[in-house]
């Protein structure tokens, strides 16, 4: 592993990198039904199960597997983990909470084996995978009742234990770093950072992590209300890998938040926006080459070191940025400036 994550670090300094891009849209592509998603294993769960993509990990690994060989042939070098409700809380919906270790243990071996061989394939490009760990379906700041503000659906400790086993989940299949992604409250995201942490602290295990928030409107804040510098001072002390944003936004309305985190960030940047902005019927309209062409200018504006697609993009518009981004140099992360960065809606710097 830690040769992975040597290959890792200095592939940053040399060039950008391409994340891949939406795992649900691939899979709405396969148009599966009830019956795939339950398999042999679970063709008696008392629960409606259709809709739990993480679940395929183990009744449709093929369709998983595929997924991922598409954005490595698209040019990926990281592939992320089909884990975006893998933890307790999510699968709770679907009465699976107690087989929540084992669905995502499963998804990370399922990315470890495909990345190892295209690595194997092509020495020259390593391929890593990124364990994700989503924003759950609880959230720790804002009230679910607007009656009563100060109700909770859940609390900090409770995230931590969550998070900490599907940390733990992923580790044990093998992944090269640990993805905080599509964080809306950034409470949600401290309890993952410490619960990540914890783990590595207690288990002995080093390895790189990335964070990537949400900015959900044209309000330019998180959906706990914090601008892009506001949650990067939040999140700093974590000293991750990258920092950077996904989702809720296409490349155009991004850019701005794109261009704070890349003038603040200490650290490398990354970014994965979706293919623009849903339509009236739910599907994304913009093109690979009209994607790319905007991904482009962040890397000819020295913006990015990682990017990718989130919502709505497939392996052609991977394989759009793949080549607009090829011949661009990587950001250089700000040097740190030791003053102080706190942070409550908004940034302070003193």
């Not at 679907?94 to 995502?104: C, R, S």
């Not at 009230?143 to 900490?164: C, I, K, M, Q």
């Not at 992923?170 to 905080?180: F, H, P, T, Y």
């Not at 002390?237 to 989702?247: E, R, Y």
Request: proline letters at 5%; one cysteine or more; aromatic letters at 6%.
């Amino acid at each position: 592993m830690h040769n992975r994550i040597d290959q890792l670090t200095t592939l940053l300094q040399q060039r950008i990198l391409i994340l891949d891009g939406a795992m649900g849209t691939m899979i709405q592509r396969h148009k599966l039904e009830e019956a795939d998603y339950r398999g042999e294993l679970f063709k008696d769960w008392p629960s409606d199960l259709k809709g739990n993509n993480d679940l395929l990990a183990l009744t449709k690994p093929d369709v998983i597997r595929g997924i991922h060989a598409q954005y490595l042939d698209a040019g990926a070098d990281i592939i992320e983990t089909n884990t975006f409700n893998g933890n307790r809380l999510s699968q709770a919906d679907y009465g699976l909470q107690e087989q929540t270790a084992e669905i995502v243990t499963a998804a990370a071996r399922l990315a470890r084996q495909v990345a190892d061989e295209f690595s194997n394939q092509e020495p020259g490009k390593p391929r890593f995978v990124a364990g994700v760990l989503g924003p759950t379906s609880k959230t720790a700041s804002i009230s679910p009742d607007v009656n009563d503000p100060g109700a909770r659906n859940t609390h900090f400790d409770e995230l931590v234990e969550v998070y900490a086993e599907a940390s733990r989940a992923l580790i044990a299949g093998d992944v090269d770093l640990l993805l905080i992604e599509t964080v809306f409250d950034t409470l949600n995201a401290k309890a993952a950072a410490f619960a990540v942490g914890q783990v590595f602290e207690e288990d002995g295990v080093d390895m790189p992590v990335m964070i990537s928030g949400t900015i959900t409107d044209a309000s330019g804040r998180t959906l706990s209300g914090q601008t892009t510098e506001a949650f990067y001072n939040s999140l700093r002390h974590v000293k991750p890998l990258a920092i950077g944003l996904n989702c809720a936004l296409g490349p155009d309305a991004l850019r701005p938040h794109v261009e704070d985190m890349a003038r603040v960030s200490e650290f490398y940047t990354s970014f994965h926006p979706n293919a623009g902005l849903p339509n009236e019927m739910g599907e994304y309209d913009m093109g690979p080459e009209e994607m790319a062409l905007q991904v482009q200018e962040w890397a000819d504006s020295g913006f990015v070191n990682i990017v990718g697609g989130c919502c709505g993009s497939t392996p052609e518009h991977i394989q759009a940025i793949t080549k607009a981004v090829a011949d661009r140099a990587p950001r250089l992360p700000r040097v740190p400036d030791h003053r102080m960065h706190l942070s409550g809606l908004e940034a302070f710097n003193a």
